[in-house]
């Protein structure tokens, strides 16, 4: 038996451990197999059939978000149009305005310069009426006064003689006379 352990020792060490024994490259390689075509029958095409169906809906979903982004910069777009419109329309209505004030002013001002030369003509007018008044009674008062001064200097009365009067007149408008030559 000795003989027997040396032997199976000796076959032993002429044994490489890194190499395994054939039955177990036999049953590895079936096994291999068989997982092989299980992978490549079963899983393999539910992956590629999930990894399409994910491709999709990632290009699916781009094409929306392409869309989305080509939608809001044609929004920014009009709305960049209508703040352009609308900064056109409040610069023109304030032109407008401006011009429309200019006007008002200038209409309120030739209306107070005409209202105030009216006024003036009117102002004018009557004191040239006033004047005239007071002339033609000044000329009354300072006739009698004269007539009755005369008259009490001769000692008779001399206002109703019409000589009188008509030296009177001529009187006053000698003086009228030597006043405007005087201005």
Known sequence: MLNALVTVAAEEEAHNPLIPATYDIIWSAVCFVIIAIVVIAV????????????????EGNIEKADEAQRQAEAALAEYTQQL??????????????????????????????????????SAQTQIEAERQAAMISLRQDVGS?????????????????AKAQAVVDRFLADLEASEKAAQ
């Open 84 to 121: 352009a419109d609308a900064r056109r329309e409040a610069g023109e209505i304030r032109e407008g305005a401006r011009v429309d004030g200019k006007k008002i002013v200038d209409e309120a001002r030739a209306n107070a310069q005409a209202e105030a030369e009216r006024i003036t003509v």
């Open 145 to 161: 006064i004269a007539l009755d001064l005369a008259g009490n200097v001769i000692g008779e009365t001399m206002s109703e003689d």
């Open 43 to 58: 899983a393999i095409p539910r992956l590629n059939k999930v990894l399409d169906a994910r491709s999709a809906a990632i």
